[in-house]
């Protein structure tokens, strides 16, 4: 039977995208984040711990988180090929368990090595976002605010980053760093057993059905099938990294890969390691600096709804780097200024505000501003550079370090002004319009 005969209700690219399928969506993708932040942060977390256990200078454990960051990267390379290959349900359940395999098999690091080739598997768990955002701007497609509705589900940093802080106070003295991750693998677990139950998008459901009805001949109804769903009629097999750098393509690549690569280094500096700054550089106890980290995340989930919510109505690029410039001015303060807790509390709490808030609009905007058939590699290779990003900030700190500089002179110039510079470079990115592609050339026709 061929599609164009089959019944509606069977054709999962036809499914309609009810209310009660959107909110149950968002919570599985919101707590998907959640845990998989739970897990990368808590490892920048709990670094000085691991330090301290293992008899490691500062500056040897930059040099760690330096190799952590470089098996994250590997790793993150295979999430756009799993999103364009296999679909965008299956790839948000393996980097789930990729994130629990990372938290599970920490708590048996013997050292350095092992550590190291453990915590690489953190790498599915920080690129479940861009599953999030190729498969939420899929299933949000038509839905009206739907920047505002993703940035509460993007808002999972700050609130896996508070679950990691907070649970670490509590855990930590009774239990041990060890076990502290061991317990983080348990709920990532019964996440992705809830994902098993969502549904595939309807803008993949129907791309597979084009490559496999063009595969068996059947080029009507391919064609009819791709013009329905704003996909383009042309070139429908698995993506490959150089389809991203066509010159359609090629500078709106570049300067996303850019921004996440800048802005990547502040978040290495600021959110990963923001134990070791505010102890380094601001004279804080690490339980102090956990008690900061706790509020600021707080505040930085206000950052994720409030960028949401103005990116859908002044254009989610602008937003970005509105947020990003901003942040970058609030970091120099918050190391410039005075040591004072209250001096501390407000503008830490007010540079994740800026620093990570932007990302509600970046995730989104990411997905909308590459066509389907690319939309998983596009927004992969990009999100691929903040590891890279990561990699340049910890091993910048590390020689700025090692040189003598005070921890307050290398987190400005490894942070704040690189995170200046990812503004920067977002100029040069295309301009959406808060549209996805499909829906540019569906009001095109």
């Excluded at 993007?154 to 106070?169: D, E, K, R």
């Excluded at 859908?312 to 937003?319: K, L, M, N, S, V």
Aim: charged fraction near 15%; hydrophobic fraction near 50%.
């Amino acid at each position: 039977m061929s599609a164009s005969t089959r019944p509606a209700a069977v054709e999962p690219w036809n499914r309609t995208i009810t209310p009660r399928t959107l909110l149950t969506v968002s919570i599985v993708c919101f707590f998907a984040w959640v845990f998989s932040v739970y897990d990368f942060t808590l490892f920048g977390t709990l670094l000085p711990v691991i330090a301290e256990d293992f008899g490691w200078s500062p500056a040897y454990a930059a040099g760690v988180n330096t190799w952590v960051t470089v098996g994250v990267f590997l790793v993150s390379l295979v999430v756009g090929s799993l999103l364009d290959r296999f679909g965008r349900k299956r790839a948000l359940i393996i980097t789930v368990i990729g994130a629990a395999i990372s938290s599970g098999l920490t708590g048996l690091a013997a050292g350095a090595v092992s550590l190291v080739l453990i915590r690489a598997f953190s790498g599915f768990g920080a690129s479940e976002e861009v599953v999030n955002a190729v498969y939420l701007n899929e299933v949000y497609a038509k839905a009206k605010r739907r920047g505002f509705m993703y940035s509460f589900v993007q808002s999972g940093w700050p609130v896996g980053a508070l679950v990691a802080a907070g649970l670490t106070a509590l855990m930590l003295p009774h239990l041990g760093w060890r076990w502290t991750f061991v317990v983080a693998m348990l709920p990532a677990v019964l996440v992705a057993l809830a994902a098993t139950r969502l549904p595939e998008s309807p803008a993949y459901a129907a791309l597979k059905e084009v490559r496999r009805l063009r595969a068996a001949g059947e080029e009507s109804a391919a064609s009819e099938i791709a013009r329905a769903h704003g996909l383009s009629d042309t070139d429908h097999r698995p993506s490959r990294v150089r389809d991203v750098f066509t010159p359609g393509l090629r500078r709106h690549t570049i300067c996303l890969s850019l921004a996440w690569l800048f802005n990547w280094m502040a978040i290495q500096v600021f959110s990963v390691l923001g134990t070791s700054v505010l102890t380094g550089a601001k004279g804080f106890s690490f339980d102090n600096s956990l008690v900061v980290l706790v509020l600021a995340n707080a505040v930085g989930f206000c950052g994720y709804i409030f960028h949401g919510w103005i990116g859908d109505r002044i254009g989610r690029r602008t937003t970005i780097i509105g947020g990003w410039t901003v942040g970058a001015v609030v970091t120099a303060a918050m190391l410039l200024g005075p040591d004072s807790s209250a001096w501390v509390m407000v503008t830490y709490s007010l540079s994740l505000f800026f620093l990570t808030g932007p990302y509600a609009a970046l995730l989104f905007y990411m997905g909308e501003s590459f066509p389907a058939q690319v939309r998983g590699m596009g927004t992969n290779v990009a999100h691929v550079m903040g590891p890279v990003g990561g990699i340049a900030g910890s091993a910048l700190l590390t020689v700025l370090l090692s040189a003598g500089a005070g921890m307050r002179t290398a987190a400005l110039v490894t942070g704040s002004v690189f995170m200046l510079l990812s503004g920067i470079v977002m100029l040069g990115a295309r301009n959406t319009e808060n549209r996805t592609v499909e829906l540019e050339q569906e009001a095109a026709a």
